[in-house]
């Protein structure tokens, strides 16, 4: 009981028996200090941290939001051109074939009306032909009989005979027409 | 194993206590001399005195500064490390207002920000060697919680009106439990308060004087000192948890209160 008192008489700054949590002569200067911090922090945090982390998140959330529209934007345009480059690729393709067959029926054309041509050139080539060896024919007939009726008079003549030509002649072309 | 370790290192710490220990020297271990008040200009405490409790709740209101306004002074859409943190802590208490106390809840956020970031600021500078952790005081906690306390009745008559006592009155139950029921709900909801600051002061004391303890340990044992060092490291990792999970718990706490407070049907 003295102790205490003499304890209590030092002060708390001397190591006093007990708790200096129940030293009520320190609740005051507590109290004061712990009412400053306590406004002091609210008045940090209200007035200037929470509304700026806030804001932070808000925009943080916006521009998420943002970028993944852009990219569902982006993704969107690019099935697009895909399908477009799809669709250019099948139209050329289609265009392709019509221009070959389109080309093949020109050449086709081309072709058939060159071969009638050369078939008409050729036809006329041949009658052309087949009249020059009718002539040859003929002439060479002509000058079978010629000859014939020549030889005929010579072997008449050499036989001591006495030719003649309009009988010599009669009797080749009797034997021409065998 | 880690039982059986510990049994053999705390006969170790007697044995060697009493062999080892110098003739003359008392145990001179002091727990509570670090929770002393003490002026740092001299002279007595008075109300307005500038002490070593002014000093770490100045530097715990510094903290605060740092970590949410200066940290998150960027605005950076990519967060750096420390508006990553400041970022968290505002998801993290946010999130507890909203689920706890209801979405109209949420206007009470910002004075329950101040009560999480002040007690989890003061528990950790308190872990600082030598440092003096404002949170161990129950002149302190018992001036949040009283907050707390009053603030939630307040808020619960203004809100509610008499049926704000619908709270005491458990409807769910047989009629003629309903008195007896009343009474002690209105026992536990006067007790509120007390749990919640003693709880805080509470924990943080304690651990604190279990280091200053082994520390005491440590300085008598001579070449033992390192079972001693060994428990204080240990025990230090279990205060810097119980730093965090008292702030959480002293701060959900007030949101169960906030939400008895707004919606008071059982």
Known sequence: ?178 | MGKLFFYVALALVVVSGVLFAPEHAALAIHPMDQFNVASLTGGAVSTFAITNVTLWLALAVVCVFLLMVVGSSRRAIVPSRAQSIAELTYGFIYKMVEDVAGKDGVKFFPYIMTLFMFILMANFLGLIPMSFTTTSHIAVTAILAGLVFFTVTIVGFVKNGVGFLGLFWVSSAPLALRPILAIIELISYFVRPVSHSIRLAGNVMAGHAVLKVFAGFAGALGLFSFLPIFAITAVYALEVLVAFIQAYVFTILTCVYLKDALHPSH
């Open chain 1, 1 to 178: 009981m003295a102790s205490n008192t003499q304890d209590a008489a030092h002060g708390a700054a001397e190591s006093a028996p007990g708790m200096p949590q129940l030293d009520f002569s320190t609740f005051g200067n507590q109290i004061f200090w712990l009412a400053i911090a306590l406004v002091a922090i609210y008045l940090i945090l209200s007035r200037v941290a929470l509304p700026r982390i806030a804001a932070v998140l808000a925009e943080r959330q916006g521009t998420i939001t943002n970028d993944l529209a852009a990219a569902e934007d982006l993704k969107a345009k690019a099935v697009e051109a895909e399908d477009a480059y799809n669709k250019a690729l099948a139209d050329a393709r289609a265009e392709a074939q019509r221009i070959a067959a389109e080309t093949r029926a020109e050449i086709q054309v081309g072709l058939d009306e060159a071969i009638a041509k050369a078939d008409e050139q050729i036809a006329a080539k041949a009658a052309e032909s087949e009249k020059a060896i009718g002539e040859i024919k003929a002439g060479a007939l002509e000058s079978v009989k010629v000859v014939a009726a020549d030889t005929a008079e010579a072997l008449v003549t050499a036989l001591g005979g006495k030719a003649d030509a309009k009988a010599v002649a009669a009797a080749v072309a009797d034997r021409m027409k065998g």
